[in-house]
């Protein structure tokens, strides 16, 4: 079997809420994508799955995966990294190289006839799950629905966005909790500040929380590469810390892991591909720490979480990204229970996909926005928009 191409088609589509965190908490409901297709010379397709802004970089990439067996996933995610060594697999050239590494697992999957998750060697096919809203933009009766209509899938750990104003995180943690409560059992409870605060600030303001809450953990309280700073809030606060969705290469996780700045290890799609996740995973399990894996439209990377030994809980968003394509992946009793489809278990709906097509994009949908004004230094009021965005 061989490559022959690599095609990738952006779209754009809208969001079933808002999503947004405290570096744009007005949130957004229109949103974008990346359909990639790696075509063999037998007939199979692997799919992956992206955001507009890597499609130049995927095809920069393209050379070096066509005229290859798919199969030897490993050698040809090597081959990459060699390639984008000097200029660094970051930003956009480490979402398109993730993007074509899922569609290799894709297809060796497919040629074995079987689920990713058997592939990669998992006993069972299912991880579990955490709610995490993106809930910035959310009122308190949306925020209240979110989670409870979770916590009746089982689901009874959640993740709620802070940092913009402490009296409503300390409010709103408290809805997030009571609604999770109806699954029946005491729910764990994560807050993610996402890098706005300085080390101070978070241990300053994590403490006051600690008082009224108990936090399994607390995310990206400092910056993602900043190991003193994580360092001193892990030693400061009784929750754990927990970072890494915004690092791509395995050697990003180094300084964390050997400084013992973190806690619960971060991975996901976007962390060099299924390889990339897999081998930071396996890094942190030499160092007796819990993985978490980060959410990803349709759930796909829980055939990877499954397989992990020290994989903890997955993300999960449940805010209508697979807008044109179809997951035999579901969420049940707290778990996400995967199916036994060939490959990762999504297929694009070649109509839909053709629907919603573009080739114009805001900047916003090519690439996240940044971070707010004022992050780590001081803190900027926010004027929420007219029609409010609280009940």
Known sequence: MKVTRIRATPYQFELTRKL????????????????????????????????????????????LVVGQDPRGVRGIWKRMMD????????????????????????????????????????????????????????????????????????????????????????????????????????PNLMIDSNEYWSP?????????????FDLTWVEEPARRWDYRGLRLVSQSVKAAVATGENLADIGDFMALIDHQAVDIVEVGGWTSGITGAMMVADMAYGFELPVAMMNCPGNFMAHVAAAMPNHMMMEVVAAGREACFTTDARIENGWIVLGNAPGVGIVYDDEKLKHLASKTFTPEQRLFPGRRQGAGLYEVPYAPPKAGRRS
């Not at 999957?109 to 991880?127: C, F, I, M, Q």
């Not at 994590?206 to 008082?211: G, N």
């Open 83 to 186: 390639y984008v060594f000097k200029g660094g697999n970051e930003g956009v050239v480490a979402d398109a190289l993730s993007n074509i590494d899922m569609a290799l697992w894709d297809l060796k999957a497919k040629a074995n006839n079987e689920p990713l998750w058997k592939t990669l060697g998992a006993s069972e096919p299912r991880a579990k799950a955490y709610a995490s809203g993106l809930d910035m933009p959310l009122s308190d009766d949306e925020l209240r629905a979110f989670y409870a209509g979770m916590a009746a899938q089982g689901v009874s750990a959640g993740k709620l966005k802070v940092g913009l104003d402490q009296d409503d995180d300390l409010r709103r943690l408290g809805i997030m909790r009571d609604a999770l409560s109806q699954a029946g059992v005491r």
């Open 200 to 212: 101070k600030q978070a241990i300053r303001k994590i403490r006051e929380m600690e008082e009224h």
């Open 20 to 63: 947004g965190d405290v570096n744009f908490p007005e949130g957004r409901k229109a949103w974008a994508g990346l359909a990639v297709f790696v075509d063999t010379d037998e007939g199979l397709t692997g799919v992956g799955i992206g955001s507009p802004g890597a499609q130049e970089a995927i095809h920069s990439l393209e050379p």
